[in-house]
């Protein structure tokens, strides 16, 4: 079993929601390993990520959700600030690809 086969079922709450996760289901894939290698390249928040890809940032934060609980990536520890002005979390890859996930 993969470690997202474990994730809860965030997507049971709401038939919108549902019907969301599985219009991008076939391209979700694509987008993590896109994420993925850019933050390799240079980490940044999802919103960076998403300006560097060309992609919307609605998009690129729940893959990065993902890949942080399959343990690809990480929290930097670096905060920056947001198209919308909050902080956000610089992510980094995980070298180790251990599970993290913060309760």
Request: overall charge positive.
């Given at each position: 079993?993969?470690?997202?086969?474990?994730?809860?079922?965030?997507?049971?709450?709401?038939?919108?929601?549902?019907?969301?996760?599985?219009?991008?289901?076939?391209?979700?894939?694509?987008?993590r390993?896109?994420?993925?290698?850019?933050?390799?390249?240079?980490?940044?928040?999802?919103?960076?990520?998403?300006k560097?890809?060309?992609?919307?940032?609605?998009?690129?934060?729940?893959?990065?959700?993902?890949?942080?609980?399959?343990?690809k990536i990480?929290?930097?520890?670096?905060h920056?600030?947001?198209?919308?002005?909050?902080?956000?979390?610089?992510?980094?890859?995980?070298?180790?690809?251990e599970h993290?996930?913060?309760?």
């Open positions: 079993m993969k470690k997202r086969d474990r994730a809860p079922d965030l997507f049971s709450y709401s038939t919108t929601s549902k019907a969301a996760a599985e219009a991008i289901a076939d391209i979700s894939a694509t987008l390993a896109a994420v993925f290698k850019e933050l390799a390249i240079c980490p940044g928040t999802a919103d960076e990520v998403a560097r890809l060309g992609i919307d940032k609605l998009a690129i934060r729940p893959r990065c959700s993902e890949l942080r609980f399959d343990g990480r929290p930097s520890g670096i920056r600030r947001n198209d919308s002005g909050r902080p956000a979390i610089v992510w980094e890859p995980n070298p180790g690809g993290e996930r913060t309760v």
